[in-house]
């Protein structure tokens, strides 16, 4: 109803129907962004792209930066350019041998290719130097990629992830979504009620970024 007398409001200082709608869908959009999240940032394509930007032209003056490598190729993967990205990584390796992030990148852009088993081995690699490397989510990448080759292998890697991240409403809402796209619907159920449940049990100050995450899970939940 508060929406309603919203818009008749909107309608009549606007004198204009559409106008009213318009700005009533800023008004959620705002309220979305600064309170839950479920909309995507309008604002964060174009810093990414003026930072690949940026980065391209540093890496103009001096072709022998790997830091600069190393996040534009990240920034590529975020972008889907697996083949750009993995020549990036692959002229940074020598000096990188040492680093789990390195690795999973690595192995992403090699999935991403459709190098599958080579990918599959470096992310393997990464793991084995750091388990928990960013917080489990190369075991994520691996259980995605295999989904449709081998749906035990894509278990047992979802397994794993739900091992490290079992106190994440984020974590459990990704896993409750890999396994439906499995067939795994009891499973599916059970990861975004945990997702619902640690949201409820996290501390106010956590829950702006773990929001949306409860509030996607709850509507997935509705459709299975």
Request: aromatic residues 12%.
């Given at each position: 109803?508060?929406?309603?007398?919203?818009?008749?409001?909107?309608?009549?200082?606007?004198?204009?129907?559409?106008?009213a709608?318009?700005i009533l869908?800023?008004?959620?959009y705002?309220?979305?962004?600064r309170f839950?999240?479920?909309?995507?940032s309008?604002?964060?394509?174009f810093k990414r792209q003026?930072?690949?930007?940026?980065?391209?032209?540093?890496?103009?003056l001096?072709?022998f930066d790997?830091s600069?490598k190393?996040?534009?190729a990240?920034?590529?993967l975020?972008?889907?350019?697996f083949r750009?990205?993995l020549g990036?990584?692959?002229?940074?390796?020598?000096y990188s041998?040492?680093?789990a992030e390195?690795?999973?990148?690595l192995?992403?852009?090699?999935i991403g290719?459709?190098r599958l088993?080579e990918?599959?081995g470096?992310?393997?690699?990464?793991l084995s130097?750091?388990?928990r490397?960013?917080?489990?989510?190369p075991?994520?990448h691996?259980?995605?990629?295999f989904?449709?080759?081998?749906?035990?292998?894509?278990l047992e890697?979802?397994a794993?992830?739900?091992?490290?991240?079992?106190?994440?409403?984020e974590a459990?809402?990704?896993l409750?979504?890999?396994y439906?796209?499995?067939?795994?619907?009891?499973?599916?159920k059970?990861a975004l009620k945990e997702?619902i449940?640690?949201?409820?049990s996290?501390p106010?100050?956590?829950?702006r970024h773990?929001?949306?995450?409860a509030?996607?899970?709850y509507f997935k939940s509705?459709?299975?």
């Amino acid at each position: 109803m508060s929406k309603v007398m919203i818009f008749i409001f909107l309608s009549w200082l606007t004198g204009n129907p559409l106008i009213a709608i318009l700005i009533l869908l800023l008004i959620v959009y705002f309220l979305d962004r600064r309170f839950v999240g479920l909309f995507p940032s309008v604002s964060k394509p174009f810093k990414r792209q003026r930072r690949v930007s940026k980065l391209r032209q540093q890496l103009s003056l001096n072709h022998f930066d790997v830091s600069a490598k190393r996040e534009l190729a990240g920034l590529l993967l975020d972008k889907k350019k697996f083949r750009e990205a993995l020549g990036l990584l692959e002229e940074v390796q020598p000096y990188s041998e040492s680093s789990a992030e390195f690795w999973d990148d690595l192995g992403t852009a090699m999935i991403g290719v459709g190098r599958l088993e080579e990918g599959e081995g470096h992310i393997l690699h990464a793991l084995s130097i750091n388990e928990r490397v960013r917080y489990g989510q190369p075991y994520l990448h691996l259980a995605t990629a295999f989904r449709e080759k081998d749906a035990q292998k894509a278990l047992e890697y979802a397994a794993k992830f739900g091992e490290i991240q079992s106190s994440s409403s984020e974590a459990c809402y990704l896993l409750g979504s890999l396994y439906q796209s499995l067939g795994r619907k009891d499973d599916a159920k059970l990861a975004l009620k945990e997702s619902i449940a640690v949201y409820r049990s996290l501390p106010k100050y956590k829950k702006r970024h773990e929001r949306k995450w409860a509030v996607r899970s709850y509507f997935k939940s509705m459709t299975l």
